[in-house]
């Protein structure tokens, strides 16, 4: 069973940038499709980004498009998301997840907070 960690969430300034990691185990990732989603304080979460297995193809909500860059390295189970000009409705809990056919997987999630 794929098992997953983030890890890189932080407090930073408007403008600023983080780069989350994820970290898999457990199995390996190149089977799985990779995503990034958030949830911010009294919303639903959110798809941020998605990959596909070799990442040939992804996608980023509106909101970020620009912002924000996905990425996975299959050699080390890594996923990450770079996150640059940081704005404060970026604020919440981002979650990394992975999935291939009928198996899901979600991390513990990450908080980000960003201050005006």
Known sequence: QLQLVESGGGLV????SLRLSCAASGSNLDRYAVAWF???PGKEREGVSCATT???VT???DSVKGRFTISRDNAKNMVYLQMNSLKPEDTGVYYCNAAVREYNYWGQG???TVSS
């Open 13 to 16: 300034q408007s403008g600023g």
């Open 59 to 61: 996608n980023y909500a």
């Open 38 to 40: 958030r949830q911010a």
């Open 54 to 56: 070799r990442s040939d």
């Open 110 to 112: 990450t908080q980000v």
